[in-house]
């Protein structure tokens, strides 16, 4: 299905030189490990998403589809790219790099991508999903709590400022965030969304936790 990067465990590194047996993964063929709790261990660290990922690809769809389910039922809907543009962040002062890492680490980072990872986008985000964003939200790529798309998206947004008809504040509207860096981002409000019973509580429940109104 995929060709394996490396002629070694994906766990602990040992080769066939060494005189282990390497299986590769049965679901999605693309690593190699010399055991079964070589195998478990490296599930658990990365290879899970790298799995789902690789099987999605097989299946004729985009490998981050895996990944667009939100915790409140919604789902990302735009693309999922990697960050590969820097700059100073005005909110913070700042300057971040490729992969939405400390510029001073950024070189380093990329020399990961390319030399240990073949310049595959699977193994990266597995390695580091934030170092992505998805286009729909302009948010970070292990954003899970929602695609806050203020209606561009195909079903309502879930945010407390369009259940309660509002659009965003110029607090979090004009937050100056890699992931952001060149989409045009809408402020909302989405007309399917406002709910009153929803809007009663995030009227309540924002300020108490000292969260923008």
Known sequence: MFPCLSQKCDNCGKSKDEGVTL?????CKSSLYCGTDCQKRDWWDSHKDVC????ALAEGKKW?????????????????????WGGVMSEY?????????????????????EEKFGSDDIRMYAY??????????????????????????????????????????GSIYNRDTLERRGLSLPRGPDPRSFNDIQAGAARLMRPAFGMPE
């Open 93 to 113: 002062g700042e300057e971040l790099g490729w992969g939405n890492c400390c510029a001073s680490e950024a070189d380093d980072l990329r020399r990961k991508y």
């Open 128 to 169: 580091r999903p934030h170092g992505f964003r998805w286009t729909c939200c302009g948010t970070a790529g292990d954003q899970r709590f929602g695609c806050d798309h203020h209606g561009t998206g195909p079903t309502p947004c879930q945010c407390d400022f369009c259940h309660m008809g509002k659009p965003l504040p």
């Open 64 to 84: 981050y589809d895996p990944f667009r389910k939100c915790k409140d039922r919604t789902w990302h809907f735009g693309d999922l790219e990697l960050i590969t």
């Open 23 to 27: 299986k590769k993964c049965a679901r």
């Open 52 to 55: 789902r990922a690789r099987t």
